[in-house]
Structure formats: structure tokens, C-alpha cells
């Protein structure tokens, strides 16, 4: 008995792996239209750039990378393989 669970568990994370999420915050989706000349500058060079988006969860750009199974967003890397991310914002200076 134990070896009909098998193949119907591995079917149902099989159909698990396939399901989108799709959120209703289109702002995180959204395409750079014109990625700024100083990431161009740094990205690594076989990196989507017309599919760009900013990830303000991580403060990175992400690029969209077609692969022969599937299509997914990956960080935009510089050629070191460091990730490309905006310095936080410096803290306010206090007043004296």
C-alpha cells in the first residue's frame, strides 16, 4: 500500500512546483523603463536589461532570465558576481 502514496504525493508536489504567485501589488512587477546608465554600467554582460525591475524588499535590481524550462527573475549581478543594490538612505544628521 505504502508504494501507491508515493507516486500521487510526488504528483501533487509536482503540480505544487507549478503554481504562480500572483499578487495584487503590480508596483514589485513592474518593468524598468529606463534603467539609469551606472547599473548598465556595472551589470555583467549575458543579463537581460530590457526586463529590469527594482525589488524594494531588497533594495536590488532583478533581470528576467529565460531559461529552457522556465522564465524567472534573478538578481542583476556586476562581473565581480556581486549583487546590484541601492546603499540605504543615510540617516537623518541631528541638529545641535
Known sequence: M???VAPALALVLALGACASGTGSDTSRNALI???PEAVRALA???QDLTAVRFGPEGRCYWYRH???VETTFL???TRAGRPICAR???PPAEEA
Do not use: D
Open 2 to 4: 505504502k508504494y501507491r
Open 33 to 35: 523603463e529606463e534603467l
Open 44 to 46: 555583467a554582460p549575458h
Open 66 to 68: 529565460e531559461g529552457p
Open 75 to 77: 538578481p542583476l549581478r
Open 88 to 90: 540605504p538612505a543615510a
